[in-house]
């Protein structure tokens, strides 16, 4: 399923004071996910496997490594979870890193929040605006985005310009 995203990631000192201020506004708490993501060697884009309690997904995405809000262009899989697809994936593209994270997961509409803590780069912020199917616009998803930015008071100097799996492969945070 083809889907748009306009997110950021934002590092931040405690995550649990956005948090708080997002609960203001009575979001649907989906849960805390213990996420581990796979990372695969692909030549175009990321490719993960995500294995968790809460989510799990082939994801292929591909987004400008920007600090900024950004679109993302993704394509994602849900199945159910076995040994077998990761150990398929391994064999034919090999495995390019290993992000593992507890992931609280919110969401307000069509835009997701996720408050993440990754071990040894810390905690993070994650804001989503989704569109499937061109619904809502671009500019709408960009709008909520930037939005929620402001509302949760990070500031540009705050977003991530690269992936967690990036991040652990270079330890640049």
Known sequence: MPIEIVEFKAKVADHRIAEQKLLTLSPDFRGTDNQVDTYFNVSKGRLKLREGNIESSLIWYERPDEASSKLSQVRL??????????????????????????????????????????PGLGDFIEVEAIAENGSPSRTRIQEQCDHYAAFLQVSPEDYMSLSYSDMLLTRKI
């Open 77 to 118: 899989y849900k199945h159910t979870p076995s040994p077998d697809l990761k150990e398929l994936l391994a064999n034919l593209h090999g495995i390019k890193v290993i992000v593992e994270k507890a992931r609280k997961i919110y969401f307000i509409e069509n835009v997701k929040f996720h408050f993440d803590t990754v």
